[in-house]
């Protein structure tokens, strides 16, 4: 990775990639075909991605004004701000950063490289004390006012221009970076066009109104970006490094795989680590929400971020400085952040020809009586300037994404991760859940239950050579199957030209002689039909084990319940969700599991079967599709919604919408739960924040309401909007 040079100024991190069209199936930003087609159009050019972190905004419509400011630059392809990490991303042709930290800082923004250190955060005193100085300036002015009227005239003009001061300051900023209706601009104009008809009082009141929703606006966000900004924090700035016997401190960045380090009690693993030592306990709730220690011994793997509970233990990284579980989330929360939920996209671009609509109504109310009807100007005026306010769109832009920040914030805090508001708003309507059975609803660790050998072949003989095919393989029977030969001490023969068989079993030549592993059903067992039977009607999976053609004897394993299965498709049945479990296993076995749990199921379905079974459940209602494995990755992209157990594979994580970072199947009805209350959520918000402009704007028009209570369908709805988006960060 290499860095452009940005003169005095440190520069920015940026990689090279090709963009690819919007009809791919992914996209260099990890965003589904709406984003990837958004902005930009689907050519493939090479470019280069460039990233900064952006001090400064207070919400989501700051990152819009950002984007402007960029959008302006030649040589830009694409740019987004990710509100929630704070991160600002360019694609461009050329090393632009230079111009890119000028626009941004004229847009009245600050950039930093993501390598610098985080800035001091200002003392309370000091951040609020514009807010301060306009409370003291407001409350003289009102006893002036009593006192003198004059002078207390006078006060209230000279409040509104220390108030107006750095609103117009920041408007003039942001119409040269090419965002023209910004909220600051419609204050500036209200509050000029009020102290040119003498509505001094309301003008100063309208600004300090507008200046606490601001900072109660800055509170809000820094409350939704905690769920974030606590992630980010799990992993220590430096770690303990044993290199010949010595120990060293080092940068976190510094440490690479084999890199041996040691972590005391309480310390936090500043990557991806394998256990040395031969046993420990481990605090991973900061991770997977789950709140009991796990215990861990010699060789298993633990995540960066991970608190040592009573120990000082040895590890060896296993992760490169970039690539941790927690570097992985914070990837798929950026990534979740450019997935954009439907309705977002369209209050987004309705709010760009709403804007300038309600000016030119505001203008039209101001003019068009007075010219036309010989109206007196000065009501007229008052009128148009509250109307302006009252049109402000900053509460109806920031109804949505303020609640899917909450929501993506509280699911990542329940060990819940769901890739942006597009699959947030997906998962609030599903109705059917489609289940995966071994390792989602099973434990995924089938062990060896009986071995039935035939033709005189020993139970050892014939294990041995099940495990010398086998061996190599990761599904969890092979697994089971080769531990088992393990725990026996068997030497195992020779295995050569092993090969799968998509949906059947495995194959492979031992000693020059064609074996073969498959599933119960894809091999005529005479004579042991019934004994299979009695086997897979107890839930257990039957494999036969054939050479050149003749069986020699069969392998029973069973796989066990996940603990939280029934619990899980309780809460699901509660919600009014009903559930199915698609498997390639026996339809005996999958029977077992089915009615332990009160599912339906189909059984015995090769990857591409799931796929058409998906498709015909989604076509009835909204399905999700839950799995782990490589092959439910496609039937989870022919779901509504793709979910993968966190254990999975890293094909079912990256294809999925939606993850169980904590492995917990009853963070399903959370998560949905919690989808459902976000899309209330957001209906709640446009209807306050379209309600309160609809009741101001009659009774502006009907000469009830002045300037100063319109600032309440902005301002104050802004804030109802923000403090209702919060309470989803508490749902239980």
Known sequence: MSTPDAGSKKAPRFTSFQLTSANDEATPCGCDDACASSEQPAESLSASRFSWKVSGMDCAACARKVENAVRQIAGVQQVQVLFTTEKLLVDADSDISAQVEAAVTRAGYALRSEEAPEPEEPSRLRENLPLILLIVLMAASWGLEHVNHPLGNFAFIATTLVGLFPIARQALRLIKSGSWFAIETLMSVAAIGALIIGATAEAAMVLLLFIIGERLEGWAASRARQGVSALMALKPDTATRLRDGQRETVAQRDLRPGDVIEVAAGGRLPADCQLISA??????????????????????????????????????????????????????????????????????????????????????????????MGAEWQPWIYKGLTLLLIGCPCALVISTPAAITSGLAAAARRGALIKGGAALEQLGSIEHVAFDKTGTLTVGKPRVT?????????????????????????????????????????????????RALAGSGIEALVDGQRVLICAAGKFEAAGFAEHIEQLESAGQTVVLVVRNDELLGILALRDTLREDAREAVDALHQLGVQGVILTGDNPRAAAAIASELGLDYRAGLLPEDKVTAVTALNAKAPLAMVGDGINDAPAMKASTIGIAMGSGTDVALETADAALTGNRLTGL????????????????????????????????????????????????????????????????
Do not use: C
Request: net charge neutral.
């Open 279 to 372: 046993f420990a306990s481990f605090d991973e709730s900061a991770l997977t929400g789950e709140s009991v220690p796990v215990e861990r011994a010699e060789g298993e793997a633990v995540p960066a971020g991970a608190t040592s509970v009573d120990r000082l233990v040895q590890l060896r990284v296993v992760s490169e400085p970039g690539d941790s579980a927690i570097d992985r989330i914070l990837r798929l929360i950026e990534d979740a952040e450019e997935r954009r939920a439907p309705i977002e996209r369209f209050i987004d671009r309705f709010s760009r020809i709403y804007t300038p609509a309600i000016m030119l109504v505001a203008l039209l109310v101001a003019v068009v009586p007075p010219l036309l």
């Open 669 to 732: 009805a959370q998560m949905i739960s919690l989808a459902r209350a976000t899309r209330a959520n957001i209906r709640q918000n446009i209807t306050m924040a379209l309600g309160l402009k609809g009741i101001f704007l009659i009774t502006t028009l009907l000469g009830i309401t002045g300037l100063w209570l319109a600032v309440l369908a902005d301002t104050g709805a802004t804030v109802l909007v923000t403090a209702n988006a919060l309470r989803l960060l508490n749902k239980k």
């Open 450 to 498: 009986a071995i039935q050998p035939l033709n005189g072949e020993t139970e050892n003989a014939l294990l041995a050579l099940a495990a010398a095919v086998e061996q190599g393989s990761s599904h969890p029977l092979a697994t089971a199957i080769v531990k088992e030969a393990q725990n026996r001490n068997l030497l195992l023969p020779q295995a050569t030209s092993q």
